[in-house]
């Protein structure tokens, strides 16, 4: 799958997420993929929060490798 079928796909997950992340004061923006690494950016409420990596992992990651074909990993930058 090229990248820029995933990078659609990937800012599609975002959009649907974003909601979720913006309810608690954060926001998220897409960066960029690259060799299967989905890169985003976490703002807001997000910085020094502690439970940014589970939102990371266990929310963002989780549901952008259930969605999108081609992603292995979601990594903050």
Same mark, same amino acid.
């Given at each position: 799958?090229?990248? &820029?079928? +995933?990078?659609?796909q990937a800012?599609e997950? &975002?959009?649907? &997420?974003? @909601?979720? &992340?913006?309810?608690? !004061?954060?926001? +998220?923006?897409?960066?960029?993929?690259?060799?299967?690494?989905v890169?985003v950016?976490?703002? !807001?409420?997000? #910085?020094?929060?502690?439970a940014?990596?589970t939102t990371?992992?266990? !929310?963002?990651?989780? +549901?952008m490798?259930?969605?999108v @074909?081609g992603? #292995?990993?979601v990594?903050? +930058?």
């Amino acid at each position: 799958m090229s990248n &820029i079928h +995933i990078e659609q796909q990937a800012k599609e997950v &975002i959009e649907k &997420i974003r @909601p979720y &992340i913006n309810r608690d !004061g954060g926001d +998220i923006k897409f960066v960029k993929v690259e060799d299967g690494i989905v890169y985003v950016q976490l703002l !807001g409420a997000c #910085i020094g929060c502690a439970a940014v990596d589970t939102t990371l992992k266990d !929310g963002v990651e989780a +549901i952008m490798l259930e969605e999108v @074909p081609g992603v #292995i990993g979601v990594e903050q +930058i």
